[in-house]
């Protein structure tokens, strides 16, 4: 009897010991990520370039690999390169990037099927509204067969609306009419029933466009078709769009019975030329100092900035996680962002939230400290 006791006790000290160390065993730093950090939320992705659809750089392979769980085609998919010519499509890259995908244990989304811009020059000529309705709906079906069951979820249509939400006078509205935004859904739900399908824009908070954009969605929906999203872009700066306006955005399209997806996050830092005066963009300011004020490096006050701004967004996100399906940051690292090239060429931006090192930034960090899990 005395033996068992002796027993029993001694176990008991060793299972406190060992689960006190458990509790304070420092996970090792593949645990902490940004995937593992919303992993309960939200799918946290990253828009990737062709190196890195081709692994061009280990390391930065090893950070897509451990920080995110979503890819999306910064702009390998978009018809200028996927369909060049009338009857030639261009697959060798795509494959890469489902490959990467696939490889990295990745949801995978296609970006993006029908876009005005990058749009194939043979595509953009056509006038006739049979041609293009042709040409459409090969376009479509051919890429989204190829893809299916492999791509969990594309941008059917990108930035079909102006900002005052009238639908944009493109090639496609121009040629068809507006049943080109549910022949696009139609076609793309009949070739591939399970991916999720999406309509996809910037400035999606301001009202008038949001109006516009629930306006024509519910115009799909009236006709059954299928549309299962709204992609917010998401391209903000430190003050606009406010955090009411996200808010209010996010409930609005989710009330549509859509899933949200914030699809092409980053948060400029610089001046925007439009921002002053009666600035126009074409107007020379390439090389001015005040519309590039951190050539040089990014001071801790605008770092903190950027942060705080960060955790805001992705506190609301959290609040709204049963609205959320992805976050979607629009690049890896500061260094490619296609922000230090837009609306002027040569600027040093720090829109993201890994550096031009590919360190973490302090945005990071208050991201990741918005979850018990690190
Ligand atoms: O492919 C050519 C290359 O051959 C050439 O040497 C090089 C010379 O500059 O240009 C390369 O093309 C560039 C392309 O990105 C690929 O890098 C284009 O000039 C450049 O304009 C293009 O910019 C892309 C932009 O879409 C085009 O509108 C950006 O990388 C990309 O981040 C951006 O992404 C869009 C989304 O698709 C839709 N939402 C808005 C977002 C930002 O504009």
Not at 106 to 130: C, E, R
Not at 316 to 339: A, C, E, N, P, Y
Request: neutral net charge; charged residues 25%; aromatic residues 10%.
């Amino acid at each position: 009897m005395k033996t068992l006791k002796t027993f029993l006790v001694i176990t008991t000290i060793l299972i406190l010991m060992f689960s006190c160390k458990q509790t304070n065993m420092v996970k090792p730093s593949t645990f902490i990520s940004l995937k593992n950090n919303f992993q309960d939320d939200f799918y946290i992705g990253a828009a990737i370039n062709e190196n890195q659809i081709l692994e061009k750089d280990s390391v930065v392979t090893a950070l897509i690999s451990k920080e995110f769980n979503s890819i999306t085609a910064e702009n390998i998919m978009k018809s200028m390169y996927i369909h060049p010519a009338k009857d030639s499509f261009a697959f060798n890259l795509t494959d890469k990037y489902v490959a990467f995908g696939e490889k990295h244990g990745m949801y995978i989304h296609g970006h993006t099927l029908i876009w005005h811009s990058q749009l194939a020059a043979w595509f953009a000529d056509i006038k006739d509204s049979t041609e293009m309705v042709l040409a459409m709906e090969k376009h479509i079906k051919t890429i989204v067969d190829k893809y299916k069951g492999k791509i969990d979820s594309w941008d059917v249509v990108n930035e079909a609306l102006n900002e005052d939400g009238t639908l944009r006078k493109s090639a496609f509205l121009e040629s068809v009419g507006e049943d080109y935004l549910a022949f696009a859904f139609k076609w793309a739900s009949d070739t591939d029933s399970k991916a999720d399908l999406y309509y996809n824009d910037y400035n999606m908070t301001n009202l008038n466009k949001r109006n516009g954009a629930i306006k024509m969605i519910e115009k799909i929906q009236d006709k059954g078709i299928k549309i299962d999203g709204v992609g917010m872009q998401g391209h903000w700066n430190l003050k606009t769009p406010s955090i009411k306006d996200i808010e209010e955005s996010i409930i609005a399209y989710s009330k549509l019975g859509l899933k949200v997806a914030i699809t092409e996050l980053d948060i400029t830092v610089l001046p925007n030329p439009k921002d002053l005066v009666g600035a126009e963009v074409s107007q020379g300011f390439e090389g001015s100092e005040k519309m590039n004020p951190y050539a040089k490096g990014l001071p801790d006050s605008i770092q903190t900035k950027l942060a705080q701004r960060y955790r805001d967004i992705f506190k609301l996100f959290l609040k709204h996680k049963d609205k959320i399906s992805r976050v979607t940051f629009w690049g890896v690292s500061d260094g490619q962002s296609w922000l230090n090239g837009w609306p002027i060429k040569g600027r040093t931006n720090y829109p993201l939230v890994f550096d031009r090192e590919l360190k973490p930034k302090q945005a990071y960090d208050s991201i990741m400290a918005l979850t018990s899990k690190n």
